[in-house]
């Protein structure tokens, strides 16, 4: 009986009978010496010995257990010997062309981008990748099952992780030729696998121990499974993930990009519902400074931005796994968002301040009407109705373009009180706000209003005016006729666009007030009796 070695190739242990055992050494010997000065000799015998432990695996299937010096001269022949390299390389026309052999499906990772399942694919049915990975786009726009069919192939397809494996992909022969060529190809890198490590001479000990070793190698090679089948779990999670923050990063920045373009285009030259010869622009200059608004907008657009662009980046480095870490960009980036914060913090603050302070101002005015039992209020022409199309309150306000001229509209609001006294009184109460007290003033003085009085007759212009240069700052215009006891008036039935809440004995609702005559008694406006069908006589 021969004497027998338990040996360690490339992690996986071997019976070996000793003659074999010495001409596998002298084998490996060669190798080194050949490979050894060479930058990429450490990977290449590496590699060699995986290829030489996956053949020795087949070889000792069944019964066959202990490696021979038999079995030795069939992987010295499959795999090729130094001598055999040299003299190709000796021969300067020889043209190595690499022996085929059946392919194997692994996922390539030199040339991936997700996973290396469409690189794999590739090299398996001799497509460019770039076309693999196009169907798989067009299988999931088309129906989804590009991406079902994806993540089967990368928890089931095992990656190319070795010289052999890569060998296997393409189909061509593992030999010492082919495996010193596609790392010098390829430049790549592999883990370092375990050299050959002598054995104790084994008798019924060795044996129980090789059987100890292969269990342990068995369930190594089943944690490392699980493993990978949990990493790619978790990268799928990561591609998922990556996908959405793309997809919202991506169509976030495309509508914030449009809506500036948009907005700016907008801004210039889109008019206005109700007013078309005034422009967007226009209108919130009343409002705010041209300055404030650019400054505003543009921060807007940087806060909105910024965190979009971030969860582009974190998107797409989720996907593709590459890594960067320049802390410069990211500083950056919050150092800008920061700023535009506070810009539109100092900007908003500053808009605010123009309404900070609110004054009121009143002037009266006395109608002289004698003798004149009844009054006739009554809604003046609108002459501004030709300068809007749609009649929208805001508030109310308008803004209007007269002759080339911005013109801001405001609605007064018209009520009506007990003098206490014998004369007939207008009162105007005029509000507004400013960023002081002086301000607020001025913008009350810039208010105009005009009424007009003919007899018995009273008009009320239906809208005020500020002035030209004017900014809105809620302004108001309070309009009350105060009247003494035993006056009657009439509301024409236009003034229904500005009455407002006018206390009467018998709470009726103000649009049910206009079109009937009101007398003034000591306890309050009353309505006249048979007042609906009198015959309204304006003087």
Not at 21 to 39: I, M, R, V
Not at 298 to 305: D, M, N, R, V
Not at 338 to 347: E, G, R, S
Not at 411 to 433: C, H, N, W, Y
Request: proline share 4%.
């Amino acid at each position: 009986m021969k004497k027998t070695f338990t040996i360690n190739i490339s992690g996986t242990l071997f019976h070996i009978e000793e003659d074999a055992y010495e001409k596998l050494q002298g084998y490996f010997l060669k190798l080194k010496n050949h490979f050894g000065n060479e930058a990429e000799g450490k990977e290449i015998i590496t590699d060699i010995e995986g290829r030489v432990a996956e053949l020795f695996i087949e070889k000792t299937k069944g019964d066959k257990k202990v490696i021979t010096l038999e079995m030795i001269d069939e992987v010295i022949s499959v795999m090729g010997t130094p001598e055999d390299f040299m003299e190709q390389e000796a021969d300067e026309s020889y043209i190595s062309a690499p022996t085929k052999r059946k392919k194997r499906l692994y996922r390539s990772p030199d040339s991936r981008v997700l996973a290396g399942v469409c690189g794999g694919l590739g090299a398996y049915f001799k497509m460019d990748p770039v076309i693999v990975r196009i169907i798989f786009v067009l299988l999931f726009f088309a129906n989804g099952v590009g991406l079902l069919a994806y993540l089967i192939l990368w928890i089931a397809v095992p990656k190319a992780r070795t010289t052999s494996q890569f060998l296997e992909m393409k189909g061509e022969e593992v030999t010492v030729t082919n495996i010193q060529r596609t790392i010098r190809d390829q430049g790549q890198e592999n883990p370092t696998a375990d050299t050959v490590q002598e054995g104790q001479v084994t008798g019924e000990g060795a044996s129980q121990s090789f059987s100890a070793a292969q269990d342990y190698q068995s369930r190594k090679k089943e944690s490392d499974t699980s493993a990978e089948a949990g990493r790619a779990i978790l990268r799928v999670i990561a591609v998922i993930f990556g996908a959405f923050f793309v997809i919202t990063g991506a169509l976030g920045l495309i509508g914030l990009i449009s809506t500036v373009i948009i907005g700016q285009s907008a801004m210039g030259s889109w008019p206005l519902v109700w007013s078309p010869d005034i422009h967007i622009s226009g209108f919130f200059g009343h409002f705010i400074s041209p300055e404030a608004l650019t400054l505003g907008m543009i921060s807007i657009a940087l806060l909105t931005g910024l965190p979009l662009l971030a969860i582009l980046f974190i998107g797409t480095k989720l996907i593709f796994r590459y890594k960067s870490n320049n802390t410069a960009i990211t500083l950056g980036m919050v150092g800008v968002w920061l700023v535009a914060l506070m810009t539109l913090i100092f900007v908003s603050a500053g808009q605010v301040g123009n309404y900070k302070s609110q004054t009121t101002l009143t002037n009266t005015e006395t109608i002289v009407c004698d003798p004149c039992p009844t009054l006739y209020i009554k809604l003046g022409e609108d002459k501004y109705s030709d300068y809007y199309e749609v009649d929208w309150d805001i508030d109310p306000f308008k803004v209007v373009n007269v002759n080339g001229e911005n013109v801001m509209l405001g609605q007064p609001l018209f009520d009506i009180e007990p003098s206490g006294t014998d004369e007939i009184v207008m009162v105007f109460r005029k509000r507004a706000r400013g960023k002081n007290h002086d301000d607020a003033v001025q913008n009350i003085q810039d208010i105009v209003y005009h009424f007009q009085v003919t007899d018995s007759l009273i008009t009320l212009d239906p809208w005020f005016l500020t002035g030209p240069e004017s900014k809105w700052r809620d302004q108001r215009l309070d309009v009350i006729l105060k009247m003494p006891v035993g006056k009657t008036v009439h509301l024409d039935e236009k003034l229904e666009e500005i009455i407002h809440d006018i206390d009467n004995v018998t709470n009726i609702l103000d649009e049910e007030m206009v079109g009937k005559f009101w007398t003034m008694k000591p306890e309050g406006l009353t309505l006249k009796q048979d007042s609906a069908s009198v015959a309204v006589i304006t003087p």
